[in-house]
């Protein structure tokens, strides 16, 4: 089972307790991302999702504590955790989730060949010292299949491309001067957005054309 099947399962976990579900979550570029954010009532969760239990996947829980209300591990349960047999957990797990107030989701087979997600520890409530993780969710970070480590997700240089051609759609012949102090953007100088968007945006769904010293944008 892959890391995104696994997301999705957990998502659809987290969608039937109420909760607002934001996937790959990044604060800036470069930086870590969140697999799944999720809202319920102004209170933000953060859940990291992977195939093992690991210190990676502990680490990266613990990463966002001070940033959301609660914070989960899920992973596939294994052999000592299955139902039907003397269940027995990791004691050095259990002293860290229960040190850091982490909660853990199992991903388990259930009888009628699908998965369910059980709640095995449940995490505690973590005041939030910055809002800076709910202030960067947007509609756009719903639509991104949670889970992919290398495509899909929605970042900051994401939202600025797709902000940059829906502005040249609309504005056929645009200039980079007009893309630029019309868009919102992630960086945080004028002569860096303007080369960055310059270079990338021809990647993009958009037409490029010289007119003197200045290029010209245009929808494809």
């Known amino acids: ?24 979550v990044q604060l800036k570029r470069k930086g870590p991302r969140a697999d799944i954010v999720a809202m319920r009532s102004g209170v933000c969760l ?21 940033k959301a209300n609660f914070i989960y591990v899920a992973h596939p349960e294994r052999s000592f955790e299955r139902e039907g ?22 991903i388990s087979p259930s009888s009628n060949g699908t998965s369910k997600v059980t709640e095995t520890d449940a995490p505690a409530y973590h005041r939030i010292h910055s809002k800076v993780l709910v202030e960067v969710l ?18 900051p240089w994401r939202r600025t491309m797709d902000a940059a051609v829906k502005f ?30 310059h270079r990338w945006i021809q990647k993009e769904m958009v037409k490029t054309k010289k007119n003197g010293k200045a ?6």
């Not at 645009?174 to 102090?181: G, L, S």
């Open 1 to 24: 089972m892959t890391e995104s099947e696994l997301a999705e399962m957990v998502t659809k976990f987290l969608i039937r307790n109420g909760w607002d579900c934001y996937f790959e």
């Open 46 to 66: 953060v859940c990291e999702v992977k195939k093992a239990a690991n210190m990676r996947l502990f680490n990266q829980a613990i990463n966002w504590t001070g």
């Open 85 to 106: 047999i003397r269940k027995r957990f990791n004691r050095a797990e259990q002293h860290l989730l229960k040190y850091f107030g982490i909660g853990r989701l199992l």
């Open 138 to 155: 947007t509609e756009e970070m719903k639509k991104y299949k949670p889970g992919l480590a290398n495509t899909g997700y929605f970042t």
């Open 168 to 197: 040249i759609d609309d504005n056929p012949g645009c200039t980079m001067r007009d893309i630029i102090e019309n868009i919102e953007h992630h960086y945080k100088f004028y002569n860096t957005a303007r080369s960055c968007v």
């Open 215 to 220: 290029w010209r944008y245009y929808p494809k």
